[in-house]
Each structure stands twice: as structure tokens, then as C-alpha cells.
């Protein structure tokens, strides 16, 4: 059996990568900045190395023995005042390297749907840069890219709960957002699949107003959807790049303009967005 690091066990989709992993009785090893952090997920990996991957010097032969490399690693919500470039792309550079040295066969790299067509978007310049560097190493590769999470469309779910839901423009546009456990599988079959790029989504294509509306559904509260005028998005996007720093400005950056356009990959999955939404719903009652 194929031994593995993961990096970015301690994520949204690296918790399920884990499980998998395990469940695929893969000689699994982890390696984390947060160690109480991973465990409370409850999950027996073979090894952990504590370690900063943005931090070479704490890298070392830490992908020793290890035949594939898997890594999450990205800046989503962190505010740990560091760019992309820190951590998107030299932090997996770092995991390259050590790759390199201990003859690692193969990376598994999760970037993002459409990273490649919109390089002007910090997030994808970093992630993509990575990806370049990579399909350039020598080394065997696979790069994922899946749409939006599951855990991003919470925010749905959050305003429906105070009841109104707001989107820019006409709330038309589609995408499939997947569960990480559906990722996650995907993400180990690549282990042993020959495809070196794979774009992938939920079952569902749905409108930002069909989420909207199951939001609302689960919530149990009439549909209400304020469209705002798109100009607005567009002047806060103008208005972002002059006047917020960087760190503030990315994750917006990102968001306003996947938000402008359809984003659909293959569908792959069994999770339906609802029943994620019933069980937001369910752990905010059974925690009060
Ligand atoms: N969320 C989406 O909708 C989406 C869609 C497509 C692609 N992606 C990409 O998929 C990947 C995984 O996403 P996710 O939602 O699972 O993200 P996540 O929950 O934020 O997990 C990211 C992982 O990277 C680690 N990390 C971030 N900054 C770090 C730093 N400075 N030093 C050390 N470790 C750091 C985190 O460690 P800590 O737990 O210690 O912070 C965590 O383990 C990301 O690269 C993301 O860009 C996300």
C-alpha cells in the first residue's frame, strides 16, 4: 500500500481527505501547524509531523519513506496576515521541494475550477503559479479543481436564517458546488488514476437563486432575495483593489467575480446541498 502525506489535514476538505485515506487503509501521515486542532477530528492516522509549511527549515525529510504527496494547503478564511504567494504557492513550493528530495512519486494539488482562465485573481495567480511549476517538476502529477465547497455556501444559509438572502445581479448564474467528502474521494482515486487534471462539481447545477430558495426552504422561512444591481459589485471590486490591502481584498476579490459568471464542472457525488443545510440546521439547535 501506497504510503501518503497530506498537508492541510486540519481544512474543511483535508479532514475528509483524511478519513479517506484511512477508510482506503492508505499508510496515511499527516502533517499540521495545529495539532489539538486535527485532534478533535477523531481520526487515526498512522503519523503526524507538526510543522509550518510556510517555514522550510520545519520541512525537513518530512516526506521521507512517502510515495505521494496530497496538499490542500491554501489561504481561505486564515488571517494570519500572510498573502497567497506565501502560502498558495511558496508554502507548496516548500512541500515540493522536500518532495524532490526524498524522490516522492507524485503530487496530488487541489487549486480551483477555472484557476487557469483567470490568472488576474491573486488566489488563482498563486495557486496557478504552483501548478506550472509543477506540471514542470518531473515528478508525476495530478491537479484538482473543484468548484466552490459546500462549507462556502454556509453564507446562504446564514442570511436565509435572518431572512433575506442578497445577491448581485439577477441571481441567475450556475454552478455545483460539491461536498468534501465527495471531493475528498476524488482526490484519493487520483492516487492511482493516470489523469493529470480533473475538474469536478456536485450533482446538482443550480442557480444562485435555487440556493438561495433551499436555503430558505430548510430554514422554513418565505423566499426573499434582494438583487442588487450588479454596477455595485463592480464598483466594489474597482473600490477594493485601490483602497484594501491585499489580504482583505483577495478573498473578495475571488468571490465577487466567481459570483458574476456560471461555474460547472463534472458532476460527481452523492451530497445534495439541502440535506448539508438541514444538518447546519440541526447542529445550531442541538448546540443551544
Ligand atoms: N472553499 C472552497 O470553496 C474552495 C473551492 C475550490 C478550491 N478550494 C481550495 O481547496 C483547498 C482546501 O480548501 P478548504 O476549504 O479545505 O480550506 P481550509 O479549510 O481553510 O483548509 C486549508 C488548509 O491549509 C492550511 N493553511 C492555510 N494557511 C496556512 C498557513 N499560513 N500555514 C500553514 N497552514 C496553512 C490550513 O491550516 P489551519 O487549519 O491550521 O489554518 C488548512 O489545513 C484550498 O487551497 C482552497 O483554496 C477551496
Known amino acids: 500500500m501506497k504510503r501518503i502525506l497530506l498537508a492541510g ?8 481527505i483524511a478519513e479517506e485515506l484511512v477508510e482506503q487503509n492508505y499508510s496515511t501521515k499527516i502533517l499540521v501547524r ?52 506565501d502560502v498558495d504557492y511558496q508554502a507548496n513550493m516548500n512541500l515540493l521541494s ?27 495567480e498563486a495557486k496557478e503559479k504552483f501548478v506550472d511549476v509543477l506540471k514542470n517538476s518531473g515528478l508525476d502529477y495530478c491537479i484538482i479543481r473543484p468548484n466552490g465547497f459546500f ?26 458546488p460539491i461536498h468534501g467528502e465527495d471531493l475528498a474521494k ?10 493529470k487534471e480533473i475538474e469536478v462539481g456536485g450533482p446538482e447545477v443550480l442557480t444562485q437563486n435555487e440556493i438561495a430558495k433551499i436555503a430558505f426552504d430548510v430554514v422554513g422561512k418565505e423566499t426573499k432575495i434582494v438583487h442588487i444591481p450588479d454596477f455595485f459589485r463592480r464598483l466594489t471590486l474597482k473600490l477594493g483593489k485601490l483602497f484594501m490591502s491585499s489580504k482583505i481584498f483577495g478573498p473578495m476579490e ?35
Open 34 to 85: 495545529n495539532l489539538e486542532k486535527f485532534k478533535e477530528f477523531e481520526i487515526e492516522v498512522d503519523d503526524i509531523i507538526r510543522a509550518e509549511v510556510t517555514n522550510k527549515s520545519t520541512l525537513n525529510n518530512c516526506c521521507k519513506n512517502i510515495d505521494v504527496v496530497i496538499s490542500t494547503i491554501g489561504i481561505t478564511k486564515q488571517k494570519d496576515g500572510l498573502t497567497y504567494m
Open 254 to 288: 475571488f468571490f465577487l467575480n466567481v459570483m458574476a459568471i456560471d461555474m460547472i464542472a463534472s458532476k460527481y457525488g452523492n451530497h445534495h446541498l439541502n440535506e448539508f443545510f438541514l444538518e447546519k440546521k440541526d447542529s445550531i439547535y442541538s448546540t443551544k
Open 186 to 195: 476524488v482526490c484519493v482515486s487520483a492516487i492511482e488514476s493516470n489523469e
Open 9 to 16: 489535514a486540519t481544512g474543511y476538505l483535508g479532514k475528509y
Open 98 to 124: 522536500e518532495a524532490k528530495k526524498s524522490s516522492v512519486k507524485k503530487i496530488i494539488y487541489v487549486s480551483v475550477l477555472n484557476g487557469n482562465k483567470m490568472k488576474d485573481l491573486k488566489i488563482c
Open 151 to 176: 462549507s462556502d455556501m454556509t453564507e446562504f444559509f446564514k442570511m436565509a436564517k435572518k431572512g433575506k438572502v442578497y445577491l448581485f445581479g439577477s441571481g441567475n448564474q450556475k454552478a455545483n
